[in-house]
């Protein structure tokens, strides 16, 4: 099985000990439970995680 690149994203976000609030902490949990593209406004959100994390990922095709 190949992991999709926002599953491992957001499991790099969760393990970058960065500090998150609980919603976020929530909301990358359900992008490595959840399957489903991101509405344009939660890949922005993601994005922000992401950087704020250290983690690169390429969100143009929104999950």
Do not use: Y
């Not at 491992?8 to 399957?35: H, Q």
Request: net charge negative; aromatic share 6%.
């Amino acid at each position: 099985m190949v992991d999709h690149p926002l599953r491992i994203a957001a499991l790099a976000i969760l393990n970058s000990g960065v500090r998150l609030t609980r919603r976020a902490g929530s909301f990358a949990g359900e992008c490595v439970a959840d399957p489903r593209p991101l509405t344009e406004k939660q890949a922005h959100w993601f994005s922000q995680l992401a950087e704020q994390a250290g983690v690169e990922w390429e969100g143009s095709e929104h999950g």
